[in-house]
């Protein structure tokens, strides 16, 4: 059984192929930065000895539908891919990010599927969109395959009402679902799921802080190895601070801006998502050059840092008091994994909570899961790489099954 999953971010496609009889990855992918001048794909390939076993691409990727119709070339080429063509891919995983009020549980896609994730898009307009395109080629370019949609909004499924209501008037929940769905559920679930291999503890016994900080950032306060709360809302737009989106604000802001520069709700929606953040604080949204800018003297670039960091830690201290005694902090992510001054920077201070974090084992890219607290830090602190595509081929094989 050959697993092709398709994990459409903003601006992002990571895509890999698994042979599910053995579990073992036979490509994987990704596409960065879509829709900028340069985009770069990178893909690793396993099996096959006249294979390449690494590909590499600086192109345009205009779009989410270039991007697909070049990975789907490179996978199935002669030198470049794993399979000799599209024919030996048995299933299709996709990651949908708003599955909103009607699709809750992975399923197997359909007309109607599609027109309900096509509903659901201006609740998610960053990545429901690109979620959709990736079905779309996909539902083309392998007609007859079976494919699946996994969302974010499973895991979060398990919020009592008094986390995920909004203290708005009443009616507004019943009759239109207004109520906080949560993100990135799949990736929160794995890493829980790994924290509590890794802590030797049954996955419903760990209380856990689970950060995923990419692009977009989302954090989840896990009680027994359930999700009790989580930072996103009715929209990926709540929470923390984000690479393009504003995280909480105060709602006044709104009205504020339309009044005070007329401005109507699509420039709103857009400055919102797409110029807020630390893109709206510093002109940039890759962690990697905010970085280099803050230690080049750019005021802006190191304001950002510290307000990513500051909002972090506020959600940290929020959760800290729901969860129950704390075993872990759990970060995942691009930033989660691979920036080590924001590891360092969320965690300084917060000796006082039981959280030390170890310099020399924080220092570096996390490419495997590993412990970084200091010695008798009370409450854990892992780094853990997250699968989303390993978790969306096992849910994509439970719902054909
Ligand atoms: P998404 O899936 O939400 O688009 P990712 O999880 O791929 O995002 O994370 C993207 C973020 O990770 C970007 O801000 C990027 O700068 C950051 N990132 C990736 N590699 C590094 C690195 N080596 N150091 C710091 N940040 C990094």
Redesign the pocket.
Known sequence: MKIFVINS????LKYQLLDMENGSVMATGLVERIGETVGKLSQKNWPGESRQAEVEREMPFPDHRAAMHTVVDLVTGTDTGVIASAAEIDAIGHRVVQGGETLFKSTLIDDDVVAKIRDNCHLSPLHNPANLVGIEVARELFSGVPQVAVFDTEFHQTMPAEAFMYPIPYELYEELRIRRYGFHGTSHRYVAQQAAAMLGKAADEVNLVTLHL???CSMAAVRKGKCIDTSMGLTPLAGVMM?TRSGDIDPAIIPFLMKEKGLDMGQIDDILNKKSGLKGICGM????DI?AAAHDGDTKAALAVDMFVYSIKKYIGAYYAVTGPLDALVFT???GE??DEVRARVCAGLEHLGISIDPQRNAG?KKTAIAVQADGSKVAILVIPTNEELAIAKATLSVLK
């Open positions: 971010g903003s601006s992002s990419g692009n977009g690479g949204n890759d962690m990697r970085h992510a691009g930033i691979n920036d890219r």
